[in-house]
C-alpha cells in the first residue's frame, strides 16, 4: 500500500510569489490535514479537510489556503511568500475523523523562500 | 486541547531501556494519549496510542497512571536508529485530526 506522497519534495520561491503544494492521500482516507513545521515554531497544524470539507483551521494568515478534491487529493497554497514561509510542509492521511485515529504523514516539501 | 510537557533531551546507550514521560494536567475525559517519533526532514511516525493503563505494541509501552495526567513511553533495549524526537499528543474526537504537537523530546543514543 503506497504511502502518503507530497510534492515537489523541494521547492525554492521568491519573495510575493505564490506557490502551491500537493498531497496524495494513503488509498482509502479521506482525511487530510497539513503542517508546517520550523525551527523556531515547531510542528504547527493549517488545517485539515474532510470529503473536500474544511473541517479545522489554525491560526495562520488567509495567505495560507487550501482545498482538496473528491478523490482525497489535497492541495495548499501561500500567495505572496513571505521569508518566514520557509518551512518543511507536512501533509498527514487518516483513515477516519478523530484525534484517536492514526495520522500518517508525508516525507515533506521543504520550501525555501529567498 | 490538553497542553503536554515534556522532557527537552534525553540522553541514552545501545541496548539500554529509554522512559520518555509526559505531563498533561488538564487532559480531558475523552481525550486519548498518542505518541509520535520523527527523524529529521521526515513526517512523524505513529508509535502507540492509549487511553489509560498499559499499551504494548511490538515497538513500545505506554504506562498511564489512573489519574491520567501523565504518562509514559517506553522503549526497550534502543539502538542508534531510535535517534529521533518524541512527540506526546493529547486529543479527542471533537478535534477532528487536528494534532497539536509540544516541542517533543529529542533523544540521543550513544553507542
Known amino acids: 500500500k503506497a504511502g502518503v506522497t507530497q510534492t515537489p519534495r523541494y521547492l525554492i520561491k521568491t519573495r510575493g510569489q505564490q506557490v502551491t503544494l500537493s498531497c496524495s492521500p494513503i488509498?482509502?482516507?479521506?482525511?487530510v490535514s497539513w503542517y508546517q513545521q520550523t525551527p523556531g515554531q515547531g510542528l504547527q497544524f493549517l488545517f485539515e479537510y474532510f470529503s473536500e470539507t474544511q473541517r479545522n483551521k489554525g491560526n495562520f494568515p488567509g495567505r495560507f489556503s487550501g482545498r482538496q478534491f473528491s478523490n482525497s487529493r489535497s492541495e495548499m497554497n501561500v500567495s505572496t511568500l513571505e521569508l518566514g514561509d520557509s518551512a518543511l510542509y507536512l501533509c498527514?492521511?487518516?483513515?477516519?475523523?478523530?484525534?484517536?485515529?492514526?495520522?500518517?504523514f508525508g516525507q515533506g516539501t521543504r520550501l525555501t523562500v529567498v | 486541547l490538553a497542553k503536554t510537557t515534556q522532557p527537552i533531551s534525553m540522553d541514552s546507550y545501545e541496548g539500554q531501556e529509554v522512559n520518555i514521560t509526559c505531563s498533561h494536567n488538564?487532559?480531558?475525559?475523552?481525550?486519548?494519549i498518542t505518541w509520535y517519533q520523527q527523524f529529521p526532514s521526515q513526517g512523524p511516525r505513529f508509535i502507540i496510542q492509549g487511553y489509560k493503563t498499559k499499551v504494548t505494541n511490538e515497538v513500545a509501552s505506554l504506562f498511564i497512571p489512573a489519574d491520567r495526567k501523565s504518562s509514559t513511553l517506553s522503549l526497550p533495549r534502543v539502538s542508534l536508529s531510535d535517534t529521533a524526537v518524541y512527540y506526546c499528543l493529547v486529543g479527542g474526537n471533537n478535534a477532528g485530526n487536528m494534532l497539536t504537537f509540544g516541542g517533543g523530546t529529542r533523544l540521543m543514543v550513544k553507542p
Open positions: 488538564n487532559i480531558a475525559t475523552n481525550d486519548y
Open positions: 498527514a492521511s487518516s483513515l477516519v475523523v478523530g484525534s484517536n485515529t492514526e495520522a500518517f
Open positions: 488509498s482509502g482516507h479521506r482525511s
